[in-house]
């Protein structure tokens, strides 16, 4: 009986908040900025994996890396729904550039989106997008972190399978 309340509380506040039904069509993942790995073997030294991200330590120069992600719906062609990078740069002069892939299964690039940090807000989400994918296809996350930069999290909404 207690679960059976419990369901029935769920329901009324996510209907109450306008969160039942079509809001809820997108499939959300949030990854640690932690997952992404060093793109130049020769600058991974540089960057740390800590539990809030990845930590570019280098005081003078920025380094690129690649952040995974998980694809659940493998057949959708319309790209991602919206992708956030939640970043934070040391220094207001400094520059943050996150780019997203879309690629078909064998690696061939599909399309891009780019997205910069930059100015006196030095934690900002970045937002991405890509509109084609391919069946069985892949997206990945690349970022250029400033130096003293670091990248806490990302968010991938995907378009649900369609019935």
Not at 85 to 109: E, I, K, P
């Amino acid at each position: 009986m207690f679960s059976v309340k419990r369901t029935m509380v769920a329901s009324v506040v996510l209907a109450s908040l306008g969160l039942a039904g079509n809001a809820m069509a997108d499939d959300s993942k949030v990854m640690s900025g932690n997952m992404c790995q060093p793109y130049f073997g020769s600058t991974a030294g540089d960057l740390q994996s800590q539990a809030d991200g990845i930590y570019n330590s280098n005081a003078t120069s920025s380094r690129w890396v690649s952040c995974p992600i998980a694809r659940d719906n493998l057949t959708n062609l319309d790209g991602t729904a919206r992708v956030y990078v939640r970043t934070r740069r040391f220094d207001a002069a400094t520059t943050m550039s996150c780019n997203l892939h879309s690629r078909q299964s064998d690696g061939t690039f599909i399309e891009s989106d780019n997205a910069v940090a930059s100015g006196a807000v030095l934690f900002q989400s970045l937002f991405l997008d890509v509109n084609s994918s391919a069946s069985y296809g892949f997206y990945n996350i690349y970022c250029l972190i400033p130096p003293r930069g670091r990248i806490h999290s990302y968010r991938v909404d995907e378009f649900l399978p369609t019935e």
